[in-house]
């Protein structure tokens, strides 16, 4: 079983920053780790996956050059660093970690590639 715990929401106006925190306990391994958000009256939508090593990372085009996931291994923490932000990017966000092996070179990006999920943080962006 893999714990996840996020951090790092809150409200923040149109143009600035957010970093947010996963932090994970128990069987702390993770093959991939990713982010997701859903907005009310949405379905969960893909941000942004990270792989083992922190090598290879994958965006979802609405936040690509905006956002950056990283991961620190040694901490059990993966971020998500999010800048110039907009009111679209209103949603509760979600980190998912995936302990099923992936192919070396493929991040998952759907929801039900993932095993494990925290309970999600909220991020208001005001314009």
């Known amino acids: 079983q893999v714990q996840l715990v996020e951090s790092g929401g809150g409200l923040v106006q149109a143009g600035g920053s957010l970093r947010l925190s996963c932090a994970a306990s128990?069987?702390?391994?993770?093959?991939?780790m990713g982010w997701f958000r859903q907005a009310p009256g949405k379905e969960r939508e893909f941000v942004a996956a990270?792989?083992?090593?922190?090598?290879?990372?994958y965006y979802t085009d609405s936040v690509k050059g905006r956002f950056t996931i990283s991961r620190d291994n040694a901490k059990n923490t993966v971020y998500l660093q999010m800048n110039s932000l907009k009111p679209e990017d209103t949603a509760v966000y979600y980190c998912?970690?995936?302990?099923?092996?992936?192919?070396?070179?493929?991040?998952?990006?759907?929801?039900?590639?993932?095993?494990?999920w925290g309970q999600g943080t909220q991020v208001t962006v005001s314009s």
């Open positions: 990270i792989g083992w090593g922190g090598g290879s990372t």
């Open positions: 998912a970690a995936r302990t099923r092996r992936i192919l070396s070179g493929w991040l998952p990006s759907g929801s039900y590639e993932y095993d494990f």
């Open positions: 128990g069987r702390t391994f993770s093959y991939g």
